[in-house]
């Protein structure tokens, strides 16, 4: 956050110093009011919200490397240790989106390590999760300044293989996550129409699954009406292929032998993927080129600067957003907190955090009586004061029993969404348009075949989960 908002005084390296260094002790004090601030909903929710943002201004700030002045007053700064070379200026751009997302991928990657094996915010490394915002935003700076220092040659290998492959990883981990939220949210619904006698959730099933399928089926018409016109082959063969597999998966979902190996699999799950999908392939071909005049959102722009900054700025909250969800849940999306889970929790949520009044009554007189004795020190007295203390959780302390996801599971994932967002971001000025100084994110046919091949992928996964049961019938219990 210090170097974001110090960018416009690099021309001068000593006051800008002092801005960053000013600015990251705000970014600091932003984290730290945010775990303040969202105290009622638990420290977990604060520190999610903390990281994301730390993703959001590290991807922006990214992108603002790849303009030609960041590039300009990045070599002033560094008193012309960083030479452009290149004649736009645009080769150190695409080192400098790779050695800023490898600084915040190499802290996360590091705050993975430090937590493996933390099941509750009692452990002492639980607070290097959830506090010292300071440190870990001075931290995070000081891994930005030494990746500058590290050569060229290096981050041409890490983008070409190891950040590539990882943010293919991101996305199938993605993909994953939504296949199995598909599965979870009908099998929800099934159970809650079983218990209870009303029909509000047999409403919202039905009515979420025909939702979905019209919202599919609008953004097919759409999608043919205003993308797929004369010349226009990519989009048309893309558009027609998600149009046969999301018909493809609801016919498989009501298949009578896969009913028999799995009677929860229905529509309301292929019209989720179907939705998602479907939007993945509108976004693919809605942000391609306009080379082949098959992109009519292009020629329609009339602030193309602003739409370009807007749309950079949207790419990047959702992916922010994405990751803090994904980086939360466990693949079964169950109890995620730190493996730990507890059977019924609103029923047994008492019994699990404080001990009945007459049992703590009962264990205060023991203690008091073993004193009287000699048995026990009289400071036994007061370690039971404390551990009764200890025993009342926090209001803003959700973690206190379990926490509420892995902490190391969650910097991976962290670290594969920065892979994800350099990748996105240097796909985007090798052959893009662009608007002056600014690159539209995504606006590359690389970039549109990523998301239409990651519709295809997620429709895979998804026939998968349905005939698994039928291929291995062993490993498959739904009775």
Known sequence: MGALLSLPLMAVPSVSTLVAFGASCCGAAACSSICSACGK????????????????????????????????KLQHLTLDYVKIDCPTGQCHGWIAVHRINFALGLFHLIFAGLLIGVTSSRSPRAAIQNGYWGPKIIAWLAFIVLAFLIPDNFFMAWGNYVSFICAMLFL??????????AHTWAEYCLEKIEDSSS????????????????????MTIVQYVFFAGSGCSMNQAAITVNLILWL??????????????????????????????TYLTMSAVSMEPDDKRCNPLIRAQGTRTTSIILGAIITMLTVAYTTTRAATQSLGLGSSRGGIALPDDDEHHDLVTQ??????????EALRRAVEEGVLPADALLSDDDSDTERSTPKGDDE?????????????????????????????WEDSESDGDFVAVGRTYGASWVKIASAWVCYG?????????IALPDRFDFA
């Open 172 to 181: 199938i981990l993605g993909l994953i996550l939504l296949v199995d939220l």
């Open 199 to 218: 029909r509000v959730w047999r409403f919202v099933l039905i009515g979420s699954t025909l939702s979905m399928y019209l919202a599919s089926l609008a």
């Open 400 to 428: 206190r029993n379990a926490t509420q996801y892995n902490y190391s599971v969650f910097h991976l994932i962290f670290f594969l969404a920065t892979a994800w967002v350099a990748t996105l971001l240097t796909m985007s």
């Open 355 to 364: 001990q009945p009044g007459g049992r703590r009554e009962m264990r205060a």
């Open 41 to 72: 909903c638990g420290n977990s929710v604060a520190t999610r919200i903390g990281y994301a943002l730390i993703l959001l201004i590290n991807s922006i700030l990214s992108w603002i490397m790849l303009t030609p002045w960041a590039i300009e």
């Open 461 to 469: 996964l998804y026939i998968w989960t349905l005939v698994a049961p």
């Open 248 to 277: 493809t998966v609801s016919f498989i979902s009501v298949h009578p032998t896969v009913q028999d190996y799995n009677p929860k699999a229905g529509l309301a799950q292929a019209a989720m993927v179907a939705v998602y999908c």
